[in-house]
């Protein structure tokens, strides 16, 4: 096992009825809060209406920024932190999925400072500062809500990449299953793809941890087990709870203790399908992990071979490449670029694109013929 630091502040608030407690709550983190949403669901849904009654019901002045997407972009969060620091907020509320609560995240991290996000995200400038960030999660996918990390994508440069600073967890994350029952069998499968994919993730790591190997088990088992009946059976209650504790845990730091880093090689590569084709991000991952299984049996097959053995009493390789890329099959889940509408000469783009952002994971060091050889198996 390797020596580790185990931190996580995030405040978290599990169950129906959670966000009733926002109005206690918020008085004691600030004053005057920007409210971050995406392009409409929770309006559509009534989770806004109750979300935004508890805030007035605090009596904190509530500031809405509207209109965050999917793969969030850099000037959307850009606009949300010049309009932070003309109304001198003093929080930030994500109200959403991922991608809400991540601008949340740049947003807060960006504003005390006057800091371009960009340059934080690029370690240009160190950021000293952060407002509080409180999410209230709409859809069971990143784990962002019990984590530091934030992903943006820059519209400009082309670029999609991830950021970690411990003054982004968020104080207060609020998580209520009824919430996420509105969200659609597409999206529901691809959050199950993401939080299967962050255990993966870490699986490959570097660094004996035994324990945490038997967490990522756990959590990859009790997605694959309850997929089928959630997606049978979408505005179950007990279901939705189930799923959304596995995405949380799959991210908040339970699956890497013990081990040096995760790998993040899928993410990369996935990042870069996002990037070019607005791809939703689990189905990025999908696409791109029996492809970097192959790539792995060639390097590690043992690993390959004990994740096998524990999730489906079957040792052998491709067996278990086999059975996980059946499962993604089996929800719904794209597993070449082709079902993902990506063919003929995108297919070149993408390779430049890797090639051009060097789309790299912490310990397999990629070059043109691993890039090759992974997209012929895409
Ligand atoms: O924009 P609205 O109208 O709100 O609709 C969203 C969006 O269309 C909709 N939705 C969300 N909650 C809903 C709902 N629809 C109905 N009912 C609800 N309750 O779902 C769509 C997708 O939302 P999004 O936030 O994009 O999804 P997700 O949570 O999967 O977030 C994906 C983003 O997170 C990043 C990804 O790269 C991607 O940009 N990630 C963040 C990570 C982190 N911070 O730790 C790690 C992950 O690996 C990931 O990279
Ligand atoms: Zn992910």
């Known amino acids: 096992m390797e020596n580790f630091e185990a931190w996580n502040p995030v405040h978290l608030h599990f169950g129906r009825g959670v966000t009733s407690k926002l109005p206690d709550i918020l008085p004691q983190i600030g004053r005057k809060a920007l409210l971050l949403i995406g392009k409409g669901s929770v309006k559509q849904n009534g989770i806004y209406n109750i979300v935004a009654g508890a805030i007035n019901a605090s009596g904190i002045e509530m500031i809405e920024f509207e209109g965050i997407k999917p793969n969030p972009l850099l000037s959307d969060v850009r606009k949300a932190v010049a309009l932070g620091i003309a109304r001198k907020v003093d929080m930030v509320i994500g109200l959403g999925g991922g991608s809400v609560i991540d601008s949340a995240k740049a947003i807060a991290v960006s504003i005390p400072g006057h800091l371009d996000p960009w340059d934080i995200f690029k370690r240009v400038v160190k950021p000293e500062r952060a407002l509080p960030v409180v999410s209230v999660l709409t859809l069971a996918a990143t784990g962002t809500e019990m984590n530091q990390f934030s992903v ?32 659609n069998r597409d999206y529901t499968v691809y959050g199950i793809t993401d939080l299967i994919a962050h255990s993966l993730e870490s699986y490959f790591g570097e660094g004996e941890a035994d324990l945490s190997d038997r967490f990522v088990f756990s959590i990859v088992a009790e997605a694959m087990e309850f997929a089928p009946h959630l997606l049978a059976d979408l505005a179950s209650y007990e279901l939705r709870a189930r799923m959304m504790w596995a995405a949380t845990t799959a991210l908040n730091g339970l699956t890497g203790y013990g081990r040096r880093r995760g790998d993040w090689t899928v993410h990369a590569l996935g990042h870069s399908i996002s990037m070019l084709f607005d791809t939703p991000h689990g189905a990025t991952l999908s696409i791109v992990y029996p492809a970097w299984l192959k790539y792995l049996s ?10 096998g053995t524990a999730l489906f009493n079957d040792g052998s390789v491709d067996g278990t490449i086999e059975k996980i890329t059946g499962f993604f099959q089996s929800i719904g889940s794209p597993v070449t670029l082709a079902e993902a509408g990506i063919i003929g000469n995108d297919r070149q783009k993408l390779l430049e694109h890797w090639v051009r952002v060097q789309a790299q994971g912490n310990i397999y060091r990629l070059g043109s013929v691993d890039y090759n050889f992974l997209l012929t198996h895409m």
């Open 298 to 307: 060639s390097h590690i097959p043992n690993r390959i071979s004990k994740l």
């Open 152 to 183: 943006i994508q820059n519209e400009e440069t082309l670029e999609k990449i991830g950021f970690g600073h411990p003054l982004m967890y968020p104080v207060h994350s609020f998580l209520d299953p009824s919430f996420t029952i509105t969200v």
